[in-house]
């Protein structure tokens, strides 16, 4: 059982920095979220802001790789990324043709550099 | 159950998934500790940079740092689901399971399903739906944690691929104004910049300031049709 668990001081660090700083938002969306019109100009700018920090995300795991993904080269990498982009746009705007194509690019890049 | 099962998402979140399962492994944490992420963050990006900051030796306060950024997102899409599900007699008690349910795919769904779901079972269907997804993503977890071990570099490499393809196009699609647009490709663009500064909140710096530059488009865009209206 002590295997399953690990250790509980892991556990405490997963609160501190994992579930509250994650959870913060959400709840102050929820609180905050009432006295807001959707449409106003503090949520377009809210809005725009945190898909910027979503793209910065996403930057970051193709610039800075975790794990596994750091054994594709970096242009491989952003070679996937484009063709993604080339056939969602293609495929007027399918989330599947995207993954799929910039997934299939670059598992063949890696099987062409063996 | 049928709309859990029919979206597109729901695969790539089961990859994201096995994928997050499988770095939790190779990272040394127990399999209670990535089942309890998956849980109670239930935010692939923010799970990721939990895991890979924490076992690449960073402090938990530059963790929650990184973990608390990328989490911003949340606050505009929890503002922009609550509205679709709100009734009168709604107490906000009533809505904190969908507040924490709340994520991209989810998000994502939302705008697809809810139109067809009438206004009074939205709560529940919301509930039913990320429930199912969060169960999906606990057996993906289990699935990823288990294989770690046996899983090829390339297949570990193409899954975590997923996260960063799955969130821009399904982002990209649901860009509803210019603003998204331009925050989207700025941000994008502006990261690898910003981390060059390293100043350890590299994405909130390019984030802030590519948000606020396409809201500035916005605005900007926005003023003559205001004048026009007078």
């Given amino acids: 059982m002590s295997g399953f668990i690990g250790d509980w001081h892991a556990l405490v660090i ?3 920095a994992g579930v509250f700083p994650n959870q913060i938002w959400r709840m102050l969306g929820l609180w905050f979220g009432s006295g807001i019109d959707e449409g106003s100009e503090l949520l377009v700018w809210v809005r725009a802001v945190a898909t910027a920090v979503l793209a910065g995300v996403i930057a970051q795991i193709l610039v800075q790789p975790p ?10 990498r952003y070679a996937a990324l484009a063709a993604g982009c080339v056939a969602f746009f293609a495929t007027r705007r399918s989330i599947f043709a995207g993954v799929a194509s910039g997934e299939i690019l670059m598992l063949a890049g890696k ?4 | 159950m ?9 695969l790539v979140l089961f990859a994201t998934y096995i994928g997050i399962g499988a770095l939790a492994h190779d990272t040394h944490f127990s399999l209670a500790w990535a089942l309890a992420s998956t849980a109670l963050v239930w935010a692939g990006p923010a799970q990721i940079i939990l895991i890979s900051t924490l076992g690449s030796g960073a402090t938990v306060v530059q963790s929650a740092i990184a973990v608390t950024v990328s989490a911003i997102r949340l606050f ?17 008690r009533h809505l904190v399971l969908v507040a924490h349910l709340t994520a991209v795919t989810l998000w994502v769904e939302c705008f697809r399903f809810l139109p067809q779901v009438p206004h009074q079972r939205r709560i529940a269907f919301i509930h039913g739906l990320g429930g199912g997804l969060v169960s999906v993503s606990l057996i993906a977890t289990t699935i990823g944690y288990n294989l770690a071990a046996n899983l090829s570099q390339l297949f570990g490499a193409a899954i975590l691929m997923l996260t960063p393809l799955a969130f821009l ?39 802030v300031t590519a948000g606020t530059i396409a809201y500035g488009v916005h605005w900007w865009r926005a003023r003559p049709t205001e004048i026009s209206d007078e």
């Fill in chain 1, 67 to 76: 794990g596994a993904l750091a054994s594709v080269p970096g242009w491989l």
């Fill in chain 2, 2 to 10: 049928r709309s859990v099962a029919s979206t597109i998402l729901t």
């Fill in chain 2, 169 to 207: 196009f399904s982002t990209a699609r649901n860009c509803r104004e210019l603003a998204d647009g331009v925050a989207l490709v700025l941000g994008l663009v502006l990261f690898p910049l910003a981390a060059m500064l390293n100043s350890g909140v590299d994405i909130l710096l390019s984030g």
């Fill in chain 2, 76 to 92: 505009p899409m929890v503002v922009s689901v609550l509205p679709m599900m709100r009734s009168p007699q709604t107490k906000r």
């Fill in chain 1, 111 to 114: 099987w062409w550099l063996g």
């Fill in chain 1, 14 to 16: 997963l609160l501190i």
